[in-house]
């Protein structure tokens, strides 16, 4: 219907096309029912395409069956496709229906069947098979505790890091009746009683700290006797 080309040196084919655009091809390049087509300053050859778009310098890729949309990269790297139902960024052959060559960024929560993986949420929790009152010598002390009593790379869980793994359909494996310490890192002092992380993680003398218990198979936080031992959850 629209056919255009610039220093084209060789021969140009085209057969239903909508739209076709060459620009300094070195040989020859021919497109077979597409809708809009772009080529630049390579070798290109596709099968029934909806739109294309060609960038860069050096032999193209092909797609191999028809597509809905092609982008194509050759030596710049990268290419956008929708083949045979999958989704490629950065791979001319998409294996899957969302097939990533590449690092990828997430500002909003992933759901994989199911499960939600995104902000806060850690990627292992664990309850210590040790119980340990509420003085661990600090913030820095309850961390290398965890490090040096099998636990290296973990931290304690905080409130939300709890919350946000059982939304995600995650279970805590605590034991029903038992309780692990968590971290709030917030100071409250209700008609003279102190609810924190048992003054930093470095009091076992009566003030209380953040527990997530199983009550019954309800898991739910309350507030522990620092002077208790309990087991930790760990999170990383």
Known sequence: MVYGYASQTDAADHQNVGVLG???GTSFSYGYSAGVMG?????????ATG????????AATIPTVSTAFYANGANLGYAGIFMGGNVGIG?????????????????????VGGKIYGWNVPSSVVVTSWYHNGNFGGYRGMY??????????????????????????????????YGCWVSNGIYVNVGGTILEDCYGWAYSGGGYGPV???????????????????QVCACK
């Open 51 to 58: 739109v294309y778009a060609g960038l860069g310098s050096g």
């Open 39 to 47: 080529i630049g300053d390579y070798n290109n050859a596709w099968y």
């Open 91 to 111: 791979t001319p052959i998409p294996a899957y229906k969302l097939d990533v060559n590449g690092d990828v960024r997430i500002s909003g929560d992933l759901n």
């Open 22 to 24: 060459v620009a300094r």
């Open 212 to 230: 997530w218990v199983n009550e019954g198979g309800t898991l739910h936080p309350i507030w522990g006797d620092c002077a208790l031992s309990k």
């Open 144 to 177: 290398n505790y965890l490090q040096d009593n099998g636990y290296s790379g973990y931290h304690v869980c905080d409130g939300i890091e709890i919350s946000r793994w059982l939304q995600a359909g995650n279970t805590l494996p605590l034991t029903v009746g």
